[in-house]
């Protein structure tokens, strides 16, 4: 219940809060590094800009909150977002799934 207060007071619609729980529901997980700790729910195309796609399930990703979101997002601006994020998100999660082991000097 918490949430669904801390959303309507942050001016979000309660279908917000159930589209982004959905949401989470069926892709847990950070799409770019894998993590499935503090999934944030990124709108692909910012709702601010396209209103319409507020409650687009094909607007959504999951990026994690630690680092991705901003990073990959935002490009480390929250007034901006990354036109290629889906793109962008696939190509650093398999580069960080064959990533090279790591070198031991000694
Ligand atoms: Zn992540
Ligand atoms: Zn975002």
Redesign the pocket.
């Given at each position: 219940m918490f949430g669904i207060l801390t959303a309507v007071l942050k001016g979000r619609s309660y279908k917000w809060y159930k589209v982004r729980k959905k949401h989470i529901e069926k892709q847990p997980c950070?799409q770019?590094?894998?993590?499935c700790e503090k999934p944030e729910v990124h709108h692909i195309l910012p709702f601010h800009l396209y209103p319409e796609l507020e409650l687009d399930p094909d607007n959504l990703i999951t990026?994690?909150d630690?680092?991705?979101h901003f990073v990959f997002g935002h490009l480390m601006n929250w007034k901006s977002y990354n036109v290629d994020i889906i793109e962008d998100a696939k190509k650093y999660r398999e580069k960080k799934m064959t990533r090279p082991e790591v070198i031991k000097f000694n």
């Open positions: 950070c770019a590094c894998g993590s990026l994690c630690k680092y991705c």
